[in-house]
Nanobody
Framework: LQLVESGGGLVHTGGSLRLSCTVS????????IGWFRRAPGKEREGVSC????????KYKDSVKGRFTISKDNAKNTVYLQLDSLTPEDTGVYYC?????????????WGYGSWGQGTQVTVSS
């Protein structure tokens, strides 16, 4: 399974970005996908995830209402819409896959396949 992130960049506070995670070697109906980030000097943390079945989503508390995860099974791509960005959202964002599994749940741990990451920088 291979994952490739794209869509990162530099934005001002309050700006928006849409990250994409394109998956090959497997289909999204069999993999839960998670988004994680690593801020400078901090440990990697889970941001959001979406289940393989029924598109159940989960978010880190600090991004609820600002970030939206979605997926397009036909394109085998998962998106993370980032709105109302703040400098605290700066970091390298990674997507990861858990599976194969078919379940209406996702978690912020246990991911075995990872992308290379995309940089998000929010200036104040």
């Amino acid at each position: 399974l291979q994952l490739v992130e794209s869509g990162g960049g530099l934005v001002h506070t309050g700006g928006s970005l849409r990250l994409s995670c394109t998956v090959s070697g497997g289909t999204l109906d069999k993999y839960a996908i998670g988004w994680f980030r690593r801020a400078p000097g901090k440990e990697r943390e889970g941001v959001s995830c979406i289940s393989s079945r029924d598109d159940i989503t989960k978010y880190k508390d600090s991004v609820k209402g600002r970030f939206t995860i979605s997926k397009d099974n036909a394109k085998n791509t998962v998106y993370l819409q980032l709105d109302s960005l703040t400098p605290e959202d700066t970091g390298v964002y990674y997507c990861a896959a858990d599976g194969p599994t078919i379940q209406a749940a996702c978690f912020m741990w246990g991911y075995g396949s990872w992308g290379q990451g995309t940089q998000v920088t929010v200036s104040s």
